[in-house]
């Protein structure tokens, strides 16, 4: 995943009152952070600092390839936490990096959707190593006054017309993408999760890649990047995320998004603990307190995804009139299932073969794509 690091946006506290049970006051203590950026705002980092005494200091991960590498840095123990997505969860498991969690610790756990509570990319033989946090979908983002009529599908993003006007993630998991297009358009192929491969599928999904290079505008990095892209003419389509959405929208540029017909990818993140960390006490307030529903509000308005706590709804309603059904929070259970969550592809098919490609070998033929 490349949620990289955006343009500073202002954000205004909140001044509702909502305790947050389970986080009390102590002396000290420091948290080192990785974090995509937006998860680390001050309107819920200071509230916590002042309640706990435990210091934040983020630095922020511009996509999980560079999160797993800072997270083994200099042996480990440099970094307390990480806000880590599918793609990136299960590196970190595997590889010893953070530690197993106990749910009973945080309060509000009890209140996060059955689905979020032990999900494959943070549960290992019913071990909890972290507390999952936000999701959201992977949207077709597109100029409303330039691409008409509305696109149903991403193949709108793989047709000649919008040459040059084309942009997409730079991010190898982006072949999930185009293995999902081809999983509805091309059923002949047999892919059944986009993230599990066998070479045959893999090949023909980085085909459809490069067909479609000539059109891009911009493999973007930054989702300012991308913002910068559509507020310019540069780009008139795109695979974007729902905070491009709403920075454009409040730009009044002309754009509105939505999930084809095909479905989509997406996140489902994870706040995770070091192994190595001296400052348990402290992370398990973050963990916490990032889970309340108040702080769950907050963070779904500000960066247009989708909070895991049930409760989060109303006060997400009362914060911004209409977001819980805008960022789907009360949606049911048939849109999550249309999103098909990021995952580190690996050699196991999951259906006793393992022929499937793993995420070195995306790595390098997204590198190669790209010339």
């Known amino acids: 995943m490349t949620k990289r690091m955006w343009a500073f946006v202002a954000t205004v506290a909140v001044g509702l009152a909502f305790p947050a049970a389970g986080i009390t006051k102590q002396h000290g203590g420091t948290l080192n952070m990785i974090a995509w950026e937006g998860?680390?705002?001050?309107?819920?980092?200071?509230?916590?600092?002042?309640?706990?005494?435990?210091?934040?200091?983020a630095k922020y991960g511009g996509s999980s390839d560079e999160m797993v590498t800072l997270m083994r840095s200099g042996g480990g123990g440099?970094?307390?936490?990480?806000?880590?997505?599918?793609?990136?969860?299960?590196?970190?498991?595997?590889?010893?990096?953070?530690?197993?969690?106990?749910?009973?610790?945080?309060?509000?756990?009890?209140?996060?959707?059955?689905?979020?509570?032990?999900?494959p990319?943070?549960?290992?033989?019913?071990?909890?190593?972290?507390?999952?946090?936000?999701?959201?979908?992977?949207?077709?983002?597109?100029?409303?006054?330039?691409?008409?009529?509305?696109?149903?599908?991403?193949?709108?993003?793989?047709?000649?017309?919008?040459?040059?006007?084309v942009t997409v993630p730079d991010n190898p998991i982006q072949i999930a993408d185009a293995a999902l297009y081809l999983m509805k358009?091309?059923?002949?192929?047999?892919?059944?999760?986009?993230?599990?491969?066998?070479?045959?599928?893999?090949?023909?999904?980085?085909?459809l890649l490069k067909k479609q290079k000539p059109l891009i505008k911009k493999y973007w990095g930054l989702a300012s990047d991308e913002i910068d892209l559509f507020k310019n003419g540069d780009a008139v389509i795109g695979a974007s995320w729902p905070y491009q959405t709403n920075t454009l929208i409040a730009a009044k540029a002309p754009v509105k998004d939505v999930v084809p017909k095909e479905g989509a990818?997406?996140?489902?993140?994870?706040?995770?603990?070091?192994?190595?960390?001296?400052?348990l006490d402290c992370a398990y307030k973050w963990l916490a307190w990032i889970s309340t529903p108040k702080v769950q509000a907050q963070q779904a308005i500000y960066f247009g995804e989708?909070?895991?706590?049930?409760?989060?709804?109303?006060?997400?309603?009362?914060?911004?009139?209409?977001?819980?059904?805008?960022?789907?929070?009360?949606?049911?259970?048939q849109y999550f299932k249309q999103i098909h969550f990021w995952k580190t592809p690996i050699a196991d098919c999951g259906n006793g073969q393992k022929n499937c490609m793993d995420y070195t070998?995306?790595?390098?033929?997204w590198t190669q794509l790209k010339g």
């Open 361 to 365: 070998k995306w790595q390098q033929a």
């Open 39 to 57: 998860y680390t705002q001050p309107q819920w980092v200071k509230p916590f600092t002042k309640k706990t005494g435990c210091t934040v200091h």
């Open 306 to 333: 989708t909070p895991v706590n049930s409760k989060a709804c109303a006060i997400m309603d009362t914060l911004s009139k209409g977001s819980c059904a805008q960022y789907h929070a009360n949606a049911p259970l």
């Open 265 to 279: 990818t997406g996140w489902l993140d994870t706040w995770m603990v070091s192994s190595k960390t001296k400052n």
């Open 78 to 119: 440099q970094y307390d936490m990480v806000s880590a997505s599918g793609d990136a969860s299960l590196r970190l498991i595997y590889g010893k990096d953070v530690q197993v969690v106990d749910p009973s610790k945080i309060p509000d756990f009890k209140n996060f959707g059955k689905a979020f509570q032990s999900p």
């Open 121 to 165: 990319n943070n549960t290992v033989g019913g071990k909890h190593y972290g507390i999952s946090l936000q999701w959201g979908p992977n949207t077709l983002l597109y100029n409303t006054k330039k691409v008409t009529p509305a696109p149903t599908s991403w193949g709108a993003i793989y047709d000649p017309k919008y040459k040059g006007k």
């Open 185 to 207: 358009t091309q059923p002949s192929l047999g892919i059944k999760d986009p993230y599990e491969l066998n070479k045959t599928q893999f090949d023909a999904a980085i085909a």
